[in-house]
Structure formats: structure tokens, C-alpha cells
């Protein structure tokens, strides 16, 4: 019970998979947070013609700026790992749209806290899962529906 236990018991993740065939060619990890109890990272693997970034930012409701600064941290070490390759990163950022305005350059795509950023690449129109297509023996996955997008 994602509500109930939250992340004292039930942990914060982000991951990267990749689909079978495809060889990351390098992977870097940042710590985001400015020294919280509950250290963020972000990941970033290179692939041959893409970076892919993914973040989960702090949860600070009264302060929006956290998580957005969090985000500006994110997604300078995911260009400056990209060297010019196109770039997407990803994840729960805990701020909705507006308070990304200091992101520029990038395809901003998610109506809630997850989102998933774009830049040098054609993208296809988020996608959020509906709550039968996350379920698993009667049980909702996540307190999060994931979302999706297709680029290239």
C-alpha cells in the first residue's frame, strides 16, 4: 500500500532499461540533491545515437524550487554527458510543467509530476497507461501510471 507505507518502507527508484541488443557505450550517475536526508541521483547511459537521462526529484510541495533546481542539475549533466547527441530524460520530477520553464531547447511532455523531456529527436504524443493496463493479480502497480513516448 504505496499511500499507506510511501517511501520510508517502499523505497524511491529509477532505472534505464534497455530493449535486448542494445550496448550502452558509457553510464554516469550524479547526486542532484543539495546533501538531503534522501539523496537524488541521476542516471544517464549513452547509447550510440541517444542519451538517455532519468531522475526522480525531491518531493517538496511548499517549495517547488527544490525539485526544479534538482532538475536544472539533471539536465546540464545529461548534456554535457550527451556532447550533442540527442537527449531524453525522464522521470518523476515532483513539479508539474510549469516550473520547467528554465529547461530550454527541450520538448516538455507530461501533464502531471512525471515527465519525459526531449531535444534533438521527433516524439509522439505522451502516452499514460490506464490503470487496467498496470495491473497485476488484482493489485495496482505504483502509486504512479507510467507514461510513454516514442521518439526518433
Given amino acids: 500500500n504505496n499511500g ?12 534505464i532499461l534497455l530493449a535486448p541488443g542494445l550496448e550502452p557505450r558509457g553510464h554516469r550517475s550524479l547526486r542532484i540533491d543539495e546533501d538531503r536526508p534522501e539523496p537524488r541521483y541521476c542516471h544517464a547511459v549513452r547509447l550510440d545515437t541517444l542519451v ?3 531522475l526522480h526529484a525531491t518531493t517538496d ?5 527544490v525539485p526544479a533546481a534538482e532538475i536544472v ?5 545529461v548534456t ?35 515527465h519525459v523531456l526531449v531535444r534533438g529527436l521527433a ?3 505522451l502516452v ?10 488484482g493489485r495496482v502497480l505504483s502509486d504512479h501510471a507510467p507514461v510513454e513516448v516514442t521518439v526518433g
Fill in 4 to 15: 499507506y507505507f510511501r517511501s520510508g518502507l517502499a523505497g524511491q527508484a529509477n532505472a
Fill in 52 to 54: 538517455v537521462g532519468n
Fill in 61 to 65: 510541495i511548499r517549495n517547488p524550487r
Fill in 73 to 77: 542539475r539533471a539536465e546540464a549533466f
Fill in 80 to 114: 554535457d554527458f550527451a556532447d550533442g547527441l540527442p537527449c531524453v530524460l525522464a522521470g518523476d520530477f515532483n513539479v508539474r510543467a510549469e516550473h520547467l520553464a528554465d529547461l530550454a531547447g527541450w520538448s516538455e511532455l507530461g501533464t502531471g509530476i512525471d
Fill in 123 to 125: 516524439a509522439a504524443p
Fill in 128 to 137: 499514460t497507461w490506464p490503470e487496467e493496463r498496470r495491473r497485476q493479480n
